[in-house]
Each structure stands twice: as C-alpha cells, then as structure tokens.
C-alpha cells in the first residue's frame, strides 16, 4: 500500500474542504503552463490544491485531468474565467461521490490542445 505524506490531505478531505474544483487536461497544466498556473495564484493570493482524475468518455477514450481544488468559490470562479477548464463537482462527477472513483464524460472524446492562455506542449501533442 503506498503512503502518504502527513502534509498531503485524504482525497476525501480534499473533496470536503475544497469543493470547488475546476478541471484541465492534464498535458496542459506542465512546463511552462504550470508555471503560469503558479504565477497566476500566488500573485492573487488563492490557496488551491491539486488532485488528479481519470476521465472516461462514452467512446471508451480516457485522459487524465488535473484538478484544482478551491475552498473559495470566488476563487474557483476566477480561476475558471482565466484558464477555462470544466466545473468539477466531486459528489455529481465521481462514481458514486467515491473520492477515488472515475469521472463518466458524456459524448465523444475530442483532445483540447489549447484552453485559455494555456496550450499543450510540442513534445506533448503526438
């Protein structure tokens, strides 16, 4: 069984204390993208958490998503309104509200190569 950190909370913990969640593609969210995803928190001063999350279309395709996770939900939005992304809801989202179940999307996969400011490296967009 893996352990975790005593700093890193329960997922479930998470999903209580920081309900407001705000969902990007994985690939998005490294090298310079996570840099401006830093950047732009801590130059506003909003706390958020990072968890990740396996997405599952009706196609069978699945990806993994990053979310980032919000106590504030003035915090989320504007997060939201920068970045773009996917309103997360952990209890509607999840299997069954399980903190470590999947995330069923509806519809056919389509890959997201740019959102926002953000764009998928070039090493990254085989």
Request: proline fraction near 6%; include cysteine; glycine fraction near 8%.
């Amino acid at each position: 069984m893996v352990k975790r950190s005593r700093g890193i909370p329960a997922p479930s913990i998470i999903d209580r204390e920081m309900p407001h969640q705000v969902a990007l593609p994985d690939d998005l969210c490294t090298g310079r993208n996570y840099t401006l995803i830093r950047r732009f928190l801590d130059e506003r001063g909003m706390s958020c958490r990072t968890r990740a999350a396996i997405a599952i279309w009706e196609d069978g395709k699945q990806e993994q998503w990053r979310l980032h996770c919000f106590a504030d939900r003035e915090a989320a939005a504007a997060f939201l309104d920068h970045f773009g992304g996917v309103v997360f809801a952990p209890k509607r989202d999840r299997e069954n509200g399980r903190a470590r179940g999947v995330w069923h999307r509806q519809g056919a996969y389509e890959r997201i190569l740019e959102m926002g400011p953000l764009s998928v490296p070039e090493a990254l967009r085989s």
